[in-house]
């Protein structure tokens, strides 16, 4: 019964004829069974969400789920609220409007001089409303529009900025912002009655503010946005004693500039620092008297181009032109603040400002470079014996032991590129070639590994799987293609998507930017799992078969023993490139510090697991010290007896 009741109440919200016209929904109705629409179940929903067709849950508008899904039954999901003052949504409000953000929801408002026409303050959409100015005339407005459409030809004019000579461009640039900004104040105080103008377009935005009552408010600050930009300058600065007329305040913001007049123009720039422009480039004049000297300081506020920098470094700067030419300069202006999204600046004058970002390099350390070169030295010692060991030793050669050759070798060959070119970062393309090798051995090293593991594991299904060999054999010939192609793969891959990203301005090696380090990352991460796998399976099927107690034990033990030696190799070169990871924030120093110990301490340690504790190395060491003494013994036998020969005559002195 209840299930027809839901389904005729289905029906009803379908098709009022289908409920009237079905005989058993009639029935039902007359009975009273179907008198209220069956109640769903509905999960729990969290706050700012509800319940749909009773079986799921949905954001209200305005949020969305921390999930990112639509509709979800998790009772602990969160909706957040959405911020759509941020792009794309702030350009619902149009250019003489700004947003709001509020829980839930957003509105916009006319910014200072503008109103809507039907009288509201609060809108939502600026294709219904549009902003406009309190006077009747937009003239001014208009020809605020040409400047800036003329300025877009202007940059846009390849032939204008390909001239080849730096200082040229630095002349035009200098005299293109000394004309927009004269044309922008001549047009601002034209229209008196309009106090706030704002005009923008795809290359810059420009925001005009007119006094007329000669600052009567004490200590009165204007606030000029533009874009994600901003300025705060005291009234007095912008009047500078004019009482005859009005005073105009422009505030600019050029939205590519900065791609012309980059950080190449910045003549303080140490040649070992990389800095970037991270900011768009502002202008900002004051008229009619065009005085740079200011009688307070003028703030403004910068918008990082790229957010969350890595750098710590960050200065402000602005253009100063002299006869020699035009160029980024710090005379003047400073830094007050900075976060993750923003830089804030003070100016003692006004002129075209920008904020330039360098990398931070900190001074070598004593201590730890110390550590890496008699740690490096020891470690190169320690693999040359040992991949002589596997070469020479006759009884311990086998495809294990060629692992271990492999390698040793491919360890050596990094750990002896590292400690003498890793700083030759001189010649690009030499730091570049010099990135790219150790970018190879370093992932042959840890494919090699991988290798042993595998080895390792088809070893131990040997002992539970009859006739295994071809597995083995297979092995053999895929070794040297697998060993050394794969790296080959990744690096050549890695080569050909960014090239410009291997070199760094301190050290030949992977830059951070883009996630480039994860070329060499991600394959690490991924064999040390592998492996890692590879092992507890070759012991879990070890401790199957030492329970059996077969004649197999020493074989078992032999490989078990093996296991546990490429386990502990696998953590003392795998940890130190996680360590390697972590070497950001207050913890910086100390992950160095290890990071250096356990990368000097590889080839030591290979030399003593695979060497020192092998019972057929020790007694081949023997036999070759015994071999050495006897070479030795009779080379000194030898020696005396050709001193004194029978032959020989004793002299007579006279």
């Not at 070169?573 to 100390?590: D, E, K, Y």
Request: some cysteine.
């Amino acid at each position: 019964m209840a299930d027809d009741s839901i389904r005729c109440w289905e029906g009803l919200e379908k098709n009022k004829e289908y409920f009237i016209g079905h005989r058993l929904c009639f029935l039902l109705s007359l009975s009273g069974a179907i008198t209220q629409k069956p109640k769903a179940t509905c999960p729990p929903c969290p706050p700012n969400a509800s319940c749909v067709n009773g079986t799921y849950c949905t954001c209200d508008p305005g949020y969305v789920s921390e999930s990112g899904q639509k509709f979800f039954t998790f009772p602990l999901e969160i909706c957040t609220d959405i911020n759509e003052c941020k792009p794309p949504f702030s350009i619902y409000c149009g250019p003489n409007g700004e947003c709001q953000n509020v829980e839930g929801s957003f509105y916009c408002r006319c910014v200072p001089g503008y109103k809507l026409l039907s009288g509201d303050v609060e809108f939502k959409s600026s294709s219904e409303n549009t902003c406009q100015n309190v006077t009747p005339s937009n003239k001014g407005k208009k020809e605020l529009q040409q400047i800036v459409d003329q300025f877009e030809m202007l940059l846009t004019n390849k032939t204008l900025w390909e001239m080849g000579k730096k200082q040229e461009v630095s002349s035009t640039a200098t005299s293109i912002l000394q004309n927009m900004e004269s044309n922008i104040l001549a047009t601002a105080l034209k229209a008196p009655g309009q106090k706030v103008q704002k005009v923008q377009n795809s290359t810059m935005a420009i925001e005009t503010r007119v006094v007329t009552d000669n600052c009567s408010e004490e200590k009165k600050t204007f606030h000029l946005h533009t874009q994600m930009n901003s300025m705060d300058i005291h009234c007095n600065d912008i009047v500078q004693g004019n009482i005859q007329g009005p005073s105009a305040v422009a505030f600019v913001s050029y939205s590519s500039l900065g791609n012309i007049i980059n950080a190449s123009f910045f003549e303080e720039m140490d040649e070992k620092d990389r800095i970037y422009l991270n900011s768009q480039v502002v202008s900002a004049a004051v008229g009619p008297k065009r005085n740079v000297s200011l009688s307070n300081f003028v703030t403004l506020s910068f918008q990082h181009v790229k957010m969350n920098p890595r750098n710590k470094k960050s200065f402000c700067v602005y253009w100063k032109s002299t006869e020699q030419g035009s160029h980024w300069s710090r005379d003047g202006c400073f830094m007050i603040h900075m976060n993750k999204s923003h830089t804030i600046c003070n100016s003692s004058h006004l002129s075209s400002f920008a904020v330039l970002m360098a990398f931070t390099y900190q001074e070598d350390d004593s201590v730890l470079t110390t550590i890496t070169y008699v740690g490096l030295s020891l470690s190169l010692l320690c693999l040359l014996l040992a991949a002589l060991t596997f070469l020479l030793c006759k009884p311990i050669q086998n495809t294990s032991t060629s692992l271990h050759l492999q390698l040793s070798i491919c360890l050596f060959l990094a750990h002896l590129l590292f400690l003498t070119a890793i700083d030759q970062t001189e010649s690009k393309v030499l730091c570049a070639i010099i990135a790219g090798a150790l970018h190879y051995l370093y992932l042959a090293s840890f494919t090699w590994m991988l290798l042993e593991g595998l080895h390792l594991f088809l070893t131990a299904r040997n002992l539970t799987v009859v006739n295994y060999s071809n597995m083995n054999r297979l092995m053999k010939w895929l070794m040297f293609p697998v060993g050394y192609g794969i790296p080959a793969v990744i690096v050549a891959v890695s080569v050909a998507s960014r090239p410009h990203l291997y070199g760094t301005p301190d050290r030949c090696w992977l830059h951070l930017d883009q996630g480039f380090i994860w070329g060499f990352l991600g394959p690490v991460c991924a064999i040390f799992c592998v492996n890692l796998v590879f092992f507890l399976s070759v012991l879990w099927i070890l401790k199957r078969k030492l329970s059996s107690l077969n004649s197999e034990v020493s074989t078992i033990q032999n490989t078990r023993m093996l296991t546990l030696k490429a386990t502990a190799q696998l953590f003392i070169l795998g940890c130190t490139w996680c360590l390697g990871i972590f070497q950001v924030g207050p913890a910086a120093q100390v992950m160095a510090y290890f990071f250096t110990i356990i990368n000097s301490l590889q080839g030591f340690f290979i030399f003593l697991v695979y060497c020192l504790l092998s019972q057929q190395v020790q007694k081949q060491y023997h036999k070759w010290f015994r071999e050495i003494m006897k070479l030795k013994s009779e080379s000194e036998t030898h020696t005396l007896s050709s001193k004194v020969s029978p032959d020989s005559k004793p002299t007579e002195d006279k």
